[in-house]
T-cell receptor
Framework: QKEVEQNSGPLSVPEGAIASLNCTYS??????FFWYRQYSGKSPELIMF????GDKEDGRFTAQLNKASQYVSLLIRDSQPSDSATYLC????????????FGTGTQLKVEL | DAMVIQNPRYQVTQFGKPVTLSCSQT?????MYWYQQKSSQAPKLLFH???????NEADTPDNFQSRRPNTSFCFLDIRSPGLGDAAMYLC???????????????FGPGTRLTVL
């Protein structure tokens, strides 16, 4: 079992819709979770981080963390074509210091 | 603007010819990281420095070395690049260590290495 798992996609949503990206993790002790956006050929860009159970909202983005079920999700409201990218979920595992363990990413396509 | 800078953005080298990649930061962050990312794969941590303390990942090949001469700069040396080392090399920084607010990692633009 991979430590951080994501569906590779592609996930296709129409413009203006809500995109829902999901991530599960195997280490129950993990406390810190991150969503990075990566455009093709570019470096990852941090868009959300979440450390507590529940929801965290920032503009069109909402991160959701459920530690009991060991999943993290990212919702993108009013999806735009410019949101088309690969979204990487990352976690700091128990005893990992500050080491990020990444999932392989979900490719999102927002269609006109 | 405070930022993480990587040079060069594209590097072409020959099989077995040593190459050095550079990272600098104006964020005054304590921690600097080097990741390797191959096509359609997740970034893989090679090593990191907390100030001058070097932390190597157990599965990082000996072919990869790093230097951090001061807070602002960190270098990745690949002593004898092989074809399998062609990848995007990402530098990241964080203020501190441990998953807590303020210690998030920020990436530079990356250096794409081609090995001929």
């Amino acid at each position: 079992q991979k430590e951080v798992e994501q569906n590779s996609g592609p996930l296709s949503v129409p413009e203006g819709a809500i995109a829902s990206l999901n991530c599960t993790y195997s280490d129950r002790g993990s406390q810190s979770f991150f969503w990075y956006r990566q455009y093709s050929g570019k470096s990852p860009e941090l868009i959300m981080f979440i450390y507590s159970n529940g929801d965290k909202e920032d503009g069109r983005f909402t991160a959701q963390l459920n530690k009991a079920s060991q999943y993290v999700s990212l919702l993108i409201r009013d999806s735009q074509p410019s949101d088309s990218a690969t979204y990487l979920c990352a976690a700091i595992l128990t005893g990992g210091g500050n080491k990020l363990t990444f999932g392989t990413g979900t490719q999102l396509k927002v269609e006109l | 603007d405070a930022m993480v800078i990587q040079n060069p953005r594209y590097q072409v080298t020959q099989f077995g010819k040593p190459v050095t990649l550079s990272c600098s930061q104006t964020l005054n962050h304590n921690v600097m990281y080097w990741y390797q990312q191959k096509s359609s794969q997740a970034p893989k941590l090679l090593f990191h420095y907390y100030d001058k303390d070097f932390n190597n990942e157990a599965d990082t090949p000996d072919n990869f070395q790093s230097r951090r001469p001061n807070t602002s700069f960190c270098f990745l040396d690949i002593r004898s690049p092989g074809l399998g080392d062609a990848a995007m090399y990402l530098c990241a920084t964080s203020r501190g260590s441990g998953g807590s607010v303020g210690n998030e990692q920020f990436f530079g633009p990356g250096t794409r290495l081609t090995v001929l």
